[in-house]
């Protein structure tokens, strides 16, 4: 949580200070790409050097340049640790950092002038940007506007039909989970965060437990449920159609790499969630799981011919879905391991 709230108002600084980056990666590849002055220049090769480098930003910002090559030093990030890593660790994994040299030594390497504007970006960022005023910063909002969400937490309830000596370590995780949702201070890489002012959400199926088989210190800390009800034709429709990452949307980037454009048709997307939902009603409801199986049932061969329909628009239309799925789904044996 904390990486995200530190990458979160990274972005934004990096937003407010644009042109500034901007202004600072330019006159790096400027300097790669215009020979210095000599040292006692006159005062009007000054004057025309400067224009020279004026005319030479026009040209890098229109985009005139961006065939050049450029030969530029790179610093290798350091490895990241997890966000919820022991300091401890954090320390001993610094020190063999400093020790091999991890992450110090600039690279050169020679790279086109618009990879170049990308890969000094991040330069420009650490250069620029106050990171210690927004590891602060990200602390803050971390603390007063984060938001936890705990999922499948009914692996931890320990059932009434079960012995809680068989599952010891079941209510040791709630114990340990219970002293963060109540409020305390957690040590991270970047500071410490106080939970109190932090929203928890937990979910879970609790198919064979259910919310009381939580032990109660835990159950008081959540004191609002919310019963879900199950995905309906519309709503897999919705996740089929409105994230921008869809199922659909990746495997029609998927087999754009191998020179294939596929086009998924209104009524094929319209019978891939009415087969998904009629399926999941028949067997165990899987939930938008059941789509991604759907999915690679009916694009199994075309995927595994790729190669062979290079530069060909292949678009799945409602017959298609139909002529690979309805069989399966009369068969409930078949499709209980297919689907």
């Known amino acids: 949580m904390v990486l995200a709230a530190i990458n979160l108002v990274k972005d934004e600084h990096r937003e407010k200070n644009k042109d500034k980056i901007e202004s600072y990666v330019e006159d790096k590849i400027i300097q790669k790409l215009l020979p210095p002055l000599p040292k006692g220049a006159s005062s009007e090769k000054q004057a025309d050097y400067e224009r020279s480098v004026e005319r030479m930003r026009e040209r890098l ?185 869809s199922l659909l949307r990746q495997y029609e980037a998927l087999l754009k790499t191998e020179g294939v454009n596929l086009v998924f048709e209104e009524e094929a997307i319209r019978a891939l969630a009415k087969i998904s939902h009629k399926t999941n009603e028949q067997m165990e409801d899987i939930g938008a799981r059941r789509l991604h199986t759907v999915i690679e049932k009916v694009l199994e061969e075309i995927s595994f011919e790729a190669d062979a329909h290079s530069g060909e628009t292949i678009r799945i239309d409602a017959n298609l879905v139909h002529e690979k799925l309805d069989n399966i789904i009369k068969n409930e044996d078949s499709a209980r391991y297919i689907l």
């Open 61 to 245: 910002r229109q985009g005139d340049l961006d065939g050049l090559s450029v030969e530029v030093e790179i610093t290798p990030s350091s490895p990241e640790a997890p966000d919820n890593m022991p300091p401890e660790i954090i320390k001993v994994q610094e020190n063999f950092v400093k020790i091999l040299g991890m992450g110090s030594k600039p690279v050169k390497k020679e790279m086109k002038v618009s990879e170049a504007r990308e890969a000094l970006k991040h330069e420009a960022s650490e250069a620029l940007l106050d990171m210690e005023r927004i590891k602060a910063e990200a602390l803050q909002r971390a603390q007063n506007g984060g938001i936890i969400f705990i999922d499948e937490i009914d692996k931890i309830a320990v059932s009434a039909g079960s012995n809680s000596r068989q599952d010891p370590s079941k209510e040791g995780v709630q114990r340990d989970l219970l002293p963060i949702v109540e409020g305390s201070t957690v040590a991270t890489k970047y500071g410490s965060v106080k939970t109190d002012h932090i929203l928890f959400i937990a979910a879970g199926a609790f198919h064979l437990s259910k919310p009381s088989d939580l032990i109660p210190e835990l159950q008081g800390r959540f004191p609002l449920r919310v019963e879900l009800s199950s995905l309906d034709e519309e709503v897999l429709y919705k996740i089929l159609t409105t994230p921008k990452n």
